[in-house]
């Protein structure tokens, strides 16, 4: 896709088009990582100790002044470590005073654990610990020095990444467009949900297509564009994609297998289309088209619910990550532990949709019910697809598998990660 420059707070989910480095280090400056008192470490060698408190150091404060022999400066957590100071002493290790110098001029003393400073008083504090002796002082650039690469192209934008990205210096980043896609459904027997009297006289059916595909569009970054739906005729379905055709990617759903009504593939080839597969070995979802027209790509999927997410998890899903700069275009598989028997019928390789839990760091899969291709409820209970490779027709319970994530789905723990 053509790269356009984002501003940073829209970017999410986007994939950089350029190698990115910082304007600024982080942290800036030596910054303290707790609360307490920036002290040199030789003067905290014996404890107890007592230092003169010459200043205070609070984040977004100017520079604090230098800290010397027997001295000490109060400081707070991200502010800026003075010079001199290698060592922050957390507060929890001492305690402050403030002596009254006017008193103290008559020969009496008054002091007040812990009290605000005052132009009559001198602050003083106790060290009672030398644990934090040469600690607790970040060092300048301890992240990222200016010049550091911190992204580069193809790497996808997390909200980590924004963080990391603003705290360099870049409030606009150089990305890959979002892809536009039509969506066109076919088929007589489809309605909208907001005719769904249709449904209830026994006549039509909800086109779940229609709304569960533009879901998934945006899912996987690209931008949904809704084609309607269109009755199984090649004019309609001609005049449908003619008009759907202002995007990046053109998909249609229904038409493409061999039935007496199924018009896509014909209606795609008089458009001009180079057909470059129709049918992949896979169920649910076999009759799948990939072609090409004007130089606009074109997945066919096949009507059925359940068979359209399939795909479009297995090939639309990873077109769209192309088209948006990624280069790791597909799930990373996981070994699963099969927890009942589970048959097939056919050749072909299987993707059954299985729920995968977590017990005890291993991973069990087990059938969301009824595996039938017309059971879109099967595909909200999964949170994986089971792969079971062409030629195995059997499976039995504790035998290990591959399973493949849907998006946003990871294997859930009742436990806590420790």
Not at 227 to 254: H, K, V
Request: net charge neutral; aromatic share 4%.
């Amino acid at each position: 896709m053509p790269i356009e420059r984002c501003p940073l707070g829209a970017a999410m989910g986007r994939v950089i088009a350029e190698t990115v480095v910082a304007r600024a280090s982080v942290p800036p400056w030596r910054s303290a990582s707790m609360d307490g008192y920036a002290v040199r470490a030789r003067d905290i060698a014996t404890v107890p100790c007592t230092l003169h408190v010459v200043g205070e150091s609070v984040a977004g404060s100017a520079r604090p002044i230098e800290v010397t022999s027997g001295n000490a400066v109060r400081i707070m957590t991200g502010a800026s470590v003075p010079e001199g100071a290698d060592t922050v002493v957390r507060v929890e290790d001492t305690d402050e005073w403030t002596t009254d110098l006017a008193n103290a001029s008559g020969g009496d003393s008054a002091s007040t654990p812990r009290a605000a400073s005052t132009d009559a008083g001198r602050r003083s504090v106790q060290i009672r610990s030398s644990r934090d002796a040469g600690r607790n002082v970040r060092p300048l650039g301890e992240d990222f020095h200016a010049g550091d690469v911190l992204m580069t192209a193809s790497d996808c934008i997390t909200p980590a990444a924004i963080g990391v990205l603003a705290s360099g210096g870049i409030a606009t980043v150089a990305t890959y467009r979002a892809p536009m896609v039509s969506i066109v459904s076919s088929g007589d027997e489809l309605v909208r949900v907001e005719n769904f009297a249709a449904v209830v006289n026994g006549e039509k059916i909800v086109s779940s297509n229609s709304y569960a595909l533009p879901a998934l569009v945006r899912d996987a970054g690209g931008v949904p564009r809704d084609g309607g739906i269109t009755p199984d005729s090649p004019t309609a379905l001609r005049n449908a994609i003619n008009a759907a055709m202002a995007c990046d990617l053109l998909i249609t759903t229904g038409g493409v297998s061999v039935g007496e009504r199924d018009y896509t593939r014909a209606v795609m080839r008089d458009l001009g289309a180079d057909i470059k597969f129709w049918r992949a070995r896979i169920r649910p979802g076999g009759p799948i088209a990939f072609g090409v027209v004007d130089g606009l790509p074109w997945i066919g999927l096949p009507g059925n619910p359940v068979s359209a997410l399939v795909t479009f998890e297995l090939f639309v899903r990873p077109a769209i990550r192309k088209m948006l700069g990624e280069t790791l275009l597909f799930p990373a598989r996981q070994v699963v532990t099969l927890d009942e028997h589970v048959s097939v019928s056919g050749d072909l390789t299987h993707y059954l949709r299985v729920v995968v839990t977590d017990r005890d760091g291993i991973l069990h899969a087990r059938l969301t019910g009824t595996q039938s291709s017309g059971a879109l409820t099967s595909m909200l209970r999964a949170n994986a697809l089971l792969i079971l490779p062409e030629g195995k027709r059997e499976c039995e319970p504790g035998e290990l598998l591959h399973a493949i994530p849907l998006s946003g789905s990871t294997p859930r723990s009742s436990v806590f990660p420790v």
